[in-house]
């Protein structure tokens, strides 16, 4: 069993990536969930968490990490375990977190929890918040990413290097759901990242408003 599940694998392996974060994911955000002692399980925001961990691992950390990193990058730093994990925080902390991951999960998080509203709409209004919490963001996700890589290099063995990753990733995504998992919009909601408050959602745009003003302004146009 075990070999056929590794032959299915290394014949698919962007499936298997998307499938493997999506499983974390999800089980993520319902320890989240259990943690926070919700009365009752949110199911649509286990789906925007578990669709986001599918699409980023099917997409951009499949290309950076199994293709990008131990293909072009390593070879030139191979010589220096300093100079690998540099080159590592700088193409995870560097590129991936605040360029790729973060946007795309305030995208999702905004389409997921507003069905109605236009996707343009909806991923606008995600850039908004994650211009306000992206330095939050940042500062959550070094503490636990500079660490997790520094053992990686220095201390864990590497046959426990998987199960390590596995445990640190585990914790990235319950901080990840308990800290910008619930819908904004709502009661109690995080609007932006981390540090972000109540305060911030004045200054975010909504989706209706922008629809509004861009009706207006067609309408402005067409009086000229």
């Known amino acids: 069993m075990l070999r056929s599940l590794s032959n299915g694998v290394r014949r698919y392996p962007v499936p ?7 499983t974390r994911y999800f089980c993520g955000d319902i320890f989240a969930q259990n943690f926070e002692q919700a009365e009752r399980i949110d199911w649509r925001r286990t789906a925007i968490i578990t669709s986001f961990g599918c699409l980023m691992g099917s997409g951009p950390v499949y290309f950076l990490f199994s293709y990008l990193y131990p293909t072009r990058i390593r070879p030139l730093v191979q010589h220096s375990r300093v100079a690998s994990l540099s080159a590592f925080i700088a193409m995870d902390l560097g590129v991936l ?45 070094t503490a636990i990413m500079v660490p997790q890589d ?7 063995p590497s046959y426990l290097a998987v199960p390590f990753v596995s445990v640190t990733g585990f914790i990235w995504v319950v901080a990840l759901s308990i800290s910008r998992g619930a819908n904004p919009d709502a009661e109690g909601g995080a609007a932006g990242g981390v540090a972000s408050g109540a305060d911030n959602c004045n200054l975010l745009v909504d989706a209706e408003d922008i629809r509004k003003s861009r009706s207006n302004a067609s309408y402005s146009n067409s009086k000229l």
Do not use: N
Not at 16 to 22: E, F, H, I, R, S
Not at 120 to 129: E, M, T, V
Not at 150 to 156: D, G, I, N, Q, S
């Open 16 to 22: 298997a990536a998307g499938a493997t974060l999506a």
């Open 97 to 141: 977190m605040p360029f790729v991951y973060l946007p795309v999960f305030y995208a999702v998080r905004e389409v997921g929890y507003s069905p109605a509203t236009h996707v343009r709409d909806s991923i606008l209004k995600g850039w908004i918040r994650y211009k306000e919490g992206v330095f939050a963001d940042m500062r959550a996700a």
């Open 150 to 156: 520094a053992c990686l290099v220095f201390l864990v």
